[in-house]
């Protein structure tokens, strides 16, 4: 099986929207620091190029002879005043006066005020006489007595028109420039970190609800693919697998084998142990099965209790049928639950593509086949796909069709059997059967719709339909006749049966001592104490209780002694065999006669079709006789018919011969 990549490229996707994210707010941090950081240095220069102007005009305003200095003329006594007092106030490093011609004539900085020996040309001096504008510069400095940052500001100065001198003045802007640059610095940081908070929260929000995102998205086409329970590939998943499986497959001849597997009697685990229970075993057989799988294969679970193995590239088809006979051991080994060990069996059906199949439907439909073909067999074993399984499901749909519609719009029929006692050859009463018409009008037996009936869960309500139809028939017979009715263990499911009977006796008007019901031995193998109360809680109402083929289970006899039955029916299967089995089954039957007796138990011998029978049971001094040989089962209207016969019958005898006479003839 492989894994899908999408995860991998979403988380891809994820780690560059991220880094693109990264380097837009990257940008736009840079790109404001540099924004604010020009505009800083613009401010800056300009307010020092101000400052240094304003220094060179309050100069040029305040020393008068500035003609006569930039001639080369010693300054006043008042200049000289001035420039100590400008220099010592120490914002102005230094002061140079210039001539027109750009050349220097005096310099006053912190060594004191004094002529130059040699003068030097400044071009800004020059320009700022050409202009007759002053020309003002900032920049850095750091070398020797020159401070960090400064500004210097060139000031023509005219009289009476003409350019006289040129005053320069630098002005030290370091320690106002660092505290400029704090003020900028702090103000960046800020509107960065607002830049920050205003895209990153957003930005934080958008990446985790994207990490959920994906994660819900990995959930979802997790889901969309996989048992949620057992972590294996779904029925979807493995349409998809088996159709690129078979679009691939070689021309060499090399076989896709299906493995179709049914837990066998997983219900009962799950009433056993519960759903937890139940889920643990589904997920121990899924992590065994995928355990066994090569690299190629693929192993799913469609949903309760089915799961689905493919191999591929088989060569024949023994290797199949070996590898099926492994997986039914492997989901056979016992597990251990809550200390409870849990030891279950498994159904598995197997069909070959492209043989049984040329698509994913088609191959698992063929491999379903097989399986309910197993089920049918008795379970607990592996069966092959064979085309005639086809036309068998194709039946089976029809019956399952017709079976649906006789629930629905009570197309059943009800037929009874007579049941006579031994002695006195008299009719006692009837047992009722149900009966299904099929679509030709000719019946269909009950061996073959009832277990239909019970596998798609419909038995409780045909017995329902059974119980009140049966009860509603015997209230027109003549009162000291009872009716029989068999319950089924799913109305005992339920839990409805006992409110089923009852609304069927009041519905009905029927005296419950009339209504016998019938349990088989299977009622009480599984869930044995609820089941016992409930026919305890029946018994209440005052029906009859009645062991239904006795004899034919492993432990009957232990049943006797748990529930004091009203009467037991013993097997037809018996008397199926009294002529074959060499006296054998005459002693069972006595036994089984005498022990009842003991019990206080009536006892009621299905299957009598032989006079040889009668007379026999007649020795054996059974209580009540039923069979073709007295009668079949017959509609209502033919059993009325048969009443009234016994009635004259009866009345007819007892006025010819009082006492009773041992039976000799059939009724039917």
Not at 38 to 46: D, T, W
Not at 217 to 245: K, P, S
Not at 261 to 277: A, E, R, S, W
Not at 387 to 413: S, Y
Request: glycine share 6%; aromatic share 8%.
């Amino acid at each position: 099986m492989k894994t899908s990549v999408m995860p991998f490229f979403s988380d891809i996707s994820l780690r560059r929207g991220v880094l693109l994210f990264v380097v837009i707010l990257g940008l736009l941090i840079g790109g404001c620091w540099a924004t604010i950081d020009v505009i800083a240095e613009n401010l800056l220069n300009r307010d020092a190029s101000d400052s240094a102007s304003d220094w060179a005009k309050f100069v040029a305003t305040n020393v008068t002879d500035l003609a006569q200095i930039a001639a080369g003329e010693q300054p006043s006594a008042r200049s000289l005043d001035f420039f100590e007092a400008a220099r010592a106030a120490g914002q102005v490093f230094r002061y140079v006066i210039y001539n027109p011609e750009g050349y220097s004539q005096l310099v006053a900085d912190k060594h004191g005020v004094s002529f130059v020996d040699i003068s030097a040309f400044s071009v800004k001096a020059k320009q700022a006489v050409a202009s007759d504008a002053p020309v003002v510069d900032a920049k850095s400095g750091g070398v020797g007595d020159v401070p960090a940052y400064f500004a210097e500001a060139f000031v023509p100065v005219r009289v009476n028109g003409h350019p006289v001198a040129v005053v320069a003045a630098s002005v030290d802007e370091t320690a106002r420039r660092a505290n400029f640059y704090n003020h900028i610095v702090l103000t960046s940081v800020v509107v960065c970190s607002l830049m920050g908070l205003a895209f990153g929260v957003p930005a934080i929000a958008w990446y985790r609800r994207t990490l959920e995102k994906q994660r819900a998205d990995r959930r979802i086409q997790f889901l969309a693919h996989h048992d949620v329970l057992t972590g294996l590939a779904n029925r979807a998943r493995l349409g998809e697998w088996l159709q690129a499986a078979l679009a691939v497959l070689p021309p060499s001849g090399a076989l896709i084998a299906v493995h179709y597997i049914d837990i066998d009697y997983f219900k009962q685990v799950n009433d056993n142990l519960g759903h937890d229970g139940g889920d643990f075993l589904l997920s121990t057989i899924g992590a065994r099965l995928r355990d066994m799988m090569r690299i190629d294969d693929m192993v799913a679970r469609l949903g309760g209790d089915e799961f689905v193995v493919v191999q591929t590239g088989l060569a024949a088809k023994q290797q199949a049928w070996e590898f099926a006979k492994r997986l039914a051991a492997v989901i056979g080994a016992p597990m251990n639950f809550n200390g409870q060990e849990i030891q279950v069996g498994a159904t598995i059906g197997v069909a070959f593509a492209p043989a049984d199949g040329a698509t994913p439907e088609r191959v698992l439909k063929s491999a379903d086949l097989a399986l309910y073909d197993g089920k049918a067999a008795g379970r607990d074993c592996i069966r092959m796909f064979a085309p005639e399984m086809d036309a068998a499901m194709q039946q089976r749909i029809k019956l399952e069709r017709i079976v649906r519609e006789a629930v629905e719009h009570d197309r059943f029929q009800v037929h009874y059997q007579p049941v006579f006692e031994m002695h006195g050859n008299r009719l006692v009463g009837f047992e009722a059967l149900a009966r299904l018409p099929g679509p030709d009008g000719a019946f269909i037996p009950p061996a073959v719709f009832i277990p239909l009936a019970e596998e798609l869960r419909l038995i409780d309500k045909i017995g329902e339909w059974v119980l009140r139809e049966a009860c509603r028939t015997a209230c027109s017979w003549p009162p000291a006749l009872t009716v029989a009715v068999n319950l089924s263990p799913a109305q005992f499911e339920s839990g409805s049966v006992e409110k089923a009977v009852a609304a069927a006796l009041q519905e009905s008007g029927l005296k419950p001592h009339r209504l016998e019901l019938e349990i088989t031995e299977s009622l009480l193998l599984h869930n044995n104490e609820p089941n016992l109360a409930a026919l305890k809680r029946l018994r209440e109402l005052g029906v009859s209780i009645v062991m239904d083929d006795f004899g034919t289970g492993y432990s009957s006899l232990s049943y006797l002694w748990k529930f004091p039955f009203d009467k037991i029916k013993i097997d037809r299967s018996f008397m199926d065999s009294f002529e074959k089995s060499e006296h054998h089954v005459e002693t069972v039957v006595k036994s089984i006669i005498a022990l009842s007796r003991e019990m206080h138990m009536r006892v009621t011998v299905e299957g009598v079709e032989t006079a040889k029978q009668v007379e026999f049971l007649y020795d054996a001094d059974a209580d009540q006789v039923q069979g073709f040989y007295f009668g079949r089962p017959v509609p209502s209207s033919e059993a009325a018919v048969e009443i009234l016969t016994e009635l004259h019958k009866t009345a007819g005898a007892e006025q010819a011969a009082p006492a009773a006479q041992p039976l000799k003839t059939s009724t039917g």
